[in-house]
């Protein structure tokens, strides 16, 4: 039929309606009533154009046998467009069977075509496109990146952990995924991300350990189907993080020697604490006068001070379940401790409120310039060279262990016993083997 001829292989009602010259209310009351079919996909009705042609050939039929029904207001309409019989669909035709559909459908705003020899088999296609997951829209990485922080992981980390954070989305995660979605984020955006950082590969840790925990909760929600930081494919390189290597024994007799020499009663106790045990420097800070235990001659770890805004203070419980303990307290420590009167709220330095960064770099200052030692005096390498050099006397890992407050011996073989024994010590302990 010529008026079919151009027609679109799906209709909505109102396009429906233009091709039949009806009005909408019409072509709806030929709808409600069945005598056009129709489906509804996602909502919208739809009319197919084999329907028409159905609808055609029920009328044509109806028109030769001069039915009073069929002649109403839709016949004064299409008369004009009305064929003579054999020009329409007999009654035992395969037309419908035959005919192809190639039509592009909206779901959920996405536009999809869809080819079918049949309209059984154009309707099971719209069934699986509709039971496939809406398309939500694309994630920016930023947003997600940032919403993320602000939701899961600000709120159940430290302070500090949370800056960690922060400073890894802004420096680097942010930068390397600008205007591309979480969606669209492929291994070769992952990898260019690290190809791209300088430093040491524990920076370019901090950065992955970050964007693992987002990708990881991007793949729980469903917007990535593997996170591309498990590649097998990804290299994350970089040069290693300088050790900190111990105070030699020569250097730590001769600060022994000149605490002394101090000159301000804090500085000497504080010198007098941090290098004589292996404490960590917030630990230190988090001192009160009653965790000084000199009866028993222990001191208490039971807090904490740390500054995730540099010089900000802030007082938490020990860094891990075992860092809350008891050292001995060193009898060479002993005559440069003045303790107050244990008082509730106090701190051993500081009183009132813990030191600051900026306050303990000053008074390494002064300790440096009091004693005239060689170096920096740096809190860390205080705890790495006791912790060798316990392990070095006494052989003993777990006594190691216990004093830093490890949770593993393997984490102080690894990261804070360094030995002291020479390649040359070592040559002659196998030779004295050997030769016996």
């Not at 705003?109 to 694309?138: C, V, Y």
Request: net charge neutral.
């Amino acid at each position: 039929m010529e008026i079919l001829e151009h027609t679109p292989d799906v209709l909505t009602i109102q396009e429906a309606a233009e091709t039949l010259k009806l009005s909408i209310p019409a072509m709806q009351s030929l709808i409600d009533d069945g005598k056009i079919e129709h489906l509804e996909i996602a909502g919208q009705t739809l009319i197919f154009k084999p329907f028409l042609v159905n609808y055609f050939e029920k009328l044509c039929k109806a028109c030769y046998t001069e039915s009073a029904d069929a002649l109403k207001e839709p016949q004064r309409y299409l008369e004009n467009y009305i064929e003579q019989s054999d020009n329409l669909p007999s009654e035992g035709d395969t037309t419908m069977a035959k005919y192809k559909i190639n039509q592009p459908v909206m779901i959920n705003g996405e536009k999809h075509w869809i080819t079918a020899n049949s309209m059984q088999e154009f309707t099971d296609k719209i069934t699986k496109l509709l039971e496939m997951p809406q398309d939500r829209g694309k994630h920016q990485f930023s947003d997600y990146a940032w919403n993320w922080f602000e939701i899961y992981s600000k709120p159940n980390v430290e302070t500090s952990t949370a800056t960690t954070y922060k400073r890894q989305i802004r420096l680097h995660l942010v930068p390397a995924f600008e205007g591309l979605a979480v969606e669209d984020i492929t291994v070769d955006d992952v990898q260019r991300l690290f190809n791209g950082m300088s430093g040491a590969k524990a920076t370019k840790d901090k950065a992955r350990m970050v964007l693992n925990q987002i990708l990881d909760a991007a793949v729980e929600e469903n917007l990535l189907s593997t996170n591309p930081l498990k590649s097998r494919r990804l290299k994350i390189t970089g040069k290693a993080s300088k050790a900190t290597d111990p105070y030699t024994v020569e250097q730590m007799r001769y600060l022994v020697q000149h605490i002394g020499d101090v000159q301000e009663p804090v500085d000497r106790a504080y010198l007098a604490l941090q290098a004589l045990h292996p404490l960590r420097l917030e630990e230190v800070l988090g001192l009160a006068p009653e965790d000084i235990d000199t009866g028993n001659m222990t001191i208490h770890i039971r807090r904490a001070v740390t500054h995730p805004t540099r010089n900000q203070p802030e007082v938490k419980d020990t860094k891990t379940e075992s860092s809350h303990r008891g050292v001995g307290l060193s009898s060479l420590a002993l005559p440069y401790l003045q303790i107050p009167t244990p008082e509730a709220g106090k701190f051993l330095f500081g009183g009132d409120k813990p030191l600051s960064y900026s306050q303990v770099r000053r008074m390494c200052g002064r300790i440096q310039r009091d004693t005239g030692f060689s170096e920096n005096i740096t809190p860390l390498r205080f705890r790495t060279t006791v912790l060798t050099d316990m392990y070095d006397q006494t052989k003993d890992i777990k006594l190691a262990q216990a004093a830093a407050g490890h949770t593993t011996s393997a984490m102080t073989l690894k990261y804070y016993v360094k030995g002291r024994e020479t390649s040359t010590k070592a040559a002659a302990a196998v030779d004295k083997l050997y030769s016996a």
